[in-house]
């Protein structure tokens, strides 16, 4: 089916149009007759990959971890020396990938953002600058630092607003900003790091969503005193579970590796940290147990080469899809702020001249089509601001503009063992059961 596929789109590529049409791409090709019967319908299935499925471990990583674990050596500490450390190998590794001084493992991207809320000096009570729009894990790890997140708008292209952003710091008197690139994408960090100068806010980033992207050339993470990173499966580098903190401040690493459960010495297992600055911290700090392991460690070592390799990946099949989407009257795809380089491993897009009604159908049927998909706005969605009960209410305010811009916004995972074949059946996909809905 797919080089069915392949070929219609070949053709298309070929035909030429007047000077008076629409400059119509992909679509203009499907939209004349459907191509087959939906499954819906009584039809086939014509896909026949895992759009769901993640990335394998490399087979380097593989056989580190199994060589830790038939050693017994699956503690982060176990090893004696820096270098016989996956995990100490790791941190240095990936500072060296993003640029930073320090990068400190820990088991998942939220314990990372509760750290470094810690060291920005949150306590209980206190108020966190957050995206209205990002996943539960964050408003999550606010509460788990028994503070209280102040929400900031979003755009219809799911960045942050700033000039919700600079309104919201003023009302509050927050001093921190806890900013996720929800799904890479990312807002004017020239405008973003204005307000954080102006008003001297703490900033950390989270950049879960963010490997491999940048701002004028600048990677996402080397932007606030502090940067969070997922291992999650689903993400850029994947371990099951795992979290990364970065920063550039030595006392700051320091109490990282310390509130992440490092003990008596044994700090002397990360790289460049000063003896007698972790002496002094050693007992101020508590250790909440928030270790990466050595079998995690080991995984993730080979695949900081690879993120350019699988980055390459991700914006080829991106593109071919984002050109074959364009100018269809039901999607729109935004485009990124022209300085931002975005890492393409998901694509968002908003259903257009939809019903409610329709948009949830859209997505039934391309489920039932073997394209699984969600709509951020609606079903209970972890990324839906409204489904936060557990924050109480009281921060839970309107945020029209954030309702208007996941209401209708289809999220698509785009892992990269698919190509741009798959790309071309996802789209047929797509127009199909558009058609269906529209012609019903
Ligand atoms: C935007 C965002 N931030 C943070 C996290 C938390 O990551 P972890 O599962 O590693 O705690 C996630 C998880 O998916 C996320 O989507």
Known sequence: ???????????????????????????????????????????????????????PAPAQGIDDALESMRAGMMFRYQPKTLEESHVSMFEKEFAEHLGSRYAVAVNSCGSAMFIAMNIAGVVPGDKVLSNAFTFTAVPSAIHHARAHPVFVESTDEWGLDVEDLEKKVIESGAKVLLMSYMRGHVPDMDAVMEVVERHGLFFIEDCAHAYMTSWDGTPLGRFGQIACFSTQSSKGLSSGEGGILTTDVQEYAAKAIL?????????????????????????????????????????????????????????????????????????????????????????????????????????????????????????????????WHYLGGDEVVE?????????????????PHLG??????????????????NNG
């Open 399 to 415: 945020l029209p503009r954030t309702v208007q811009n996941i209401e209708f916004a289809c999220d698509l995972s785009l892992q």
């Open 259 to 387: 509130y992440a459960g490092s003990y008596e010495e044994r700090w002397n297992r990360h790289h460049d940290m000063d003896a007698e600055m972790m002496i002094r911290l050693q007992n101020e700090i508590p250790g909440y147990s928030m270790r990466m392991t050595e079998v995690t460690g080991a995984l993730l070592r080979p695949q900081i080469p690879r993120l350019h390799e699988v980055h390459a990946i991700h914006k080829s099949n991106y593109r071919h899809l984002e050109k074959l989407l364009e100018g269809h009257p039901n999607i729109l795809v935004p485009k990124p702020l022209s300085k931002a380089e975005y890492y393409c491993d998901t694509m968002q897009f908003h259903l257009q001249g939809l019903s409610r009604e329709d948009a949830d159908r859209f997505i039934e049927l391309m489920s039932m089509e073997g394209i699984g998909m969600q709509i951020f706005g609606v079903d209970r969605n972890a990324r839906d601001f409204r489904e």
């Open 1 to 55: 089916m797919v080089s069915i596929l392949q070929s219609r789109i070949i053709e298309w590529e070929t035909v030429e149009y007047g000077p008076n049409e629409r400059n119509i791409t992909g679509w203009g090709l499907w939209m004349s007759e459907r191509s087959r019967k939906l499954v819906v319908e009584g039809g086939e299935k014509v896909v026949d990959f895992n759009i769901k499925a993640f990335k």
């Open 420 to 437: 741009t074949s798959h790309m071309d059946v996802i789209a047929s996909v797509m127009f199909d059961v558009l058609d269906y809905i």
